[in-house]
């Protein structure tokens, strides 16, 4: 392993559909020293544009049914609008930014996921040792900045619509190998709440038995509970911290001082 350090940070969905919450917090995230990873979705803005077109939006625990034409409007919206939008963004503040599919430089490949009790349809899974980490750290060495959309490919010429939060969790433990990797999610909310409601009951420090426990009691619930699994699933593999939080509070992260830190025990 090199010395040196790697950022990876997921701005949530809410982010995004707001343009002044978006470029404040993207000039947070460039002011950021060293190297350093940005992965989005961009879901609300794929349901609202689906809509628009007629089709209905069908999420079942947190991830899309993806047929073929909402593959069409989820590749049009993450890998084309929202990203391209993220990288000039990012280019005004002038962080060298090139946006990525799982497609291009075969950076991440994923599967279908299996139809069982439910047909996700062209959903994908990243299973293990499907990130080209050599290929991303060349773009990191050659002094890009990535900028990661919610797409992948097969590897057959098939694109898949793949959870953001999975792809950020399998990117830092991918690129552990080669940097200590730090993984950031970042949201609307000041971290894991106690009660949702409150954004000053942030848990300062989560373990995956409290974590259960939380569930359990339904403390945690909704998209919280795969972004946790994804985000607990990067600590026991490797990656050196994670922590979930406020994307307006960025600026606090190097001082330790940011949102929820799990605990690897
Ligand atoms: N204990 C909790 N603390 C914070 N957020 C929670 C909690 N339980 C449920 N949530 C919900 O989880 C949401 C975050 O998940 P999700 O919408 O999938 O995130 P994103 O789109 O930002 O990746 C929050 O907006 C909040 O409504
Ligand atoms: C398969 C699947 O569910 N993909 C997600 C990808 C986008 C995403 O994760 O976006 P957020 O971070 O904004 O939630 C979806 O289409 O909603």
Do not use: W
């Amino acid at each position: 392993m090199s010395n040196s350090t790697l950022n990876i940070i997921k701005i949530g969905g809410n982010v995004i559909d707001d343009d002044i919450q978006l470029e404040t917090f993207l000039e947070k995230f460039a002011a950021i020293p060293g190297k350093k990873i940005l992965v989005h979705g961009g879901g609300k803005i794929a349901t609202r544009l689906a809509s628009k077109l007629g089709l209905e939006a069908k999420m079942v625990e947190g991830r899309r049914i993806t047929d073929k034409d909402m593959l069409d409007v989820v590749t049009m919206v993450y890998a084309g609008l929202t990203n391209k939008n993220i990288v000039a963004l990012l280019q005004k503040y002038t962080c060298d930014a090139i946006g990525l599919s799982g497609a291009d430089g075969n950076v991440i490949k994923a599967v279908k996921r299996p139809v069982r009790e439910i047909d996700y349809g062209y959903a994908g899974d990243i299973l293990a040792d499907s990130v080209n980490s050599l290929a991303i750290k060349k773009f990191l060495d050659a002094g890009f900045t990535p900028v990661f959309s919610a797409i992948t490919h097969n590897g057959s010429g098939q694109l898949l619509n793949t959870n953001a939060d999975t792809i950020a969790s399998a990117l830092a433990t991918a690129m552990a190998d080669h940097y200590e990797t730090s993984l950031i999610y970042c949201f609307e909310k000041n971290g894991v709440l106690l009660d949702v409601n409150d954004e000053n009951s942030v848990i300062e420090n989560i373990t995956s038995s409290d974590f259960d426990k939380y569930k359990e009691r339904g403390i945690i619930s909704d998209g919280m509970i795969p972004k946790l699994q994804n985000a607990f699933d990067a600590i026991n593999k490797g990656v050196k911290s994670v922590y979930v939080g406020n994307a307006s509070n960025l600026h606090l992260f190097q001082q330790q001082k940011f949102g929820t830190c799990l605990i690897n025990k």
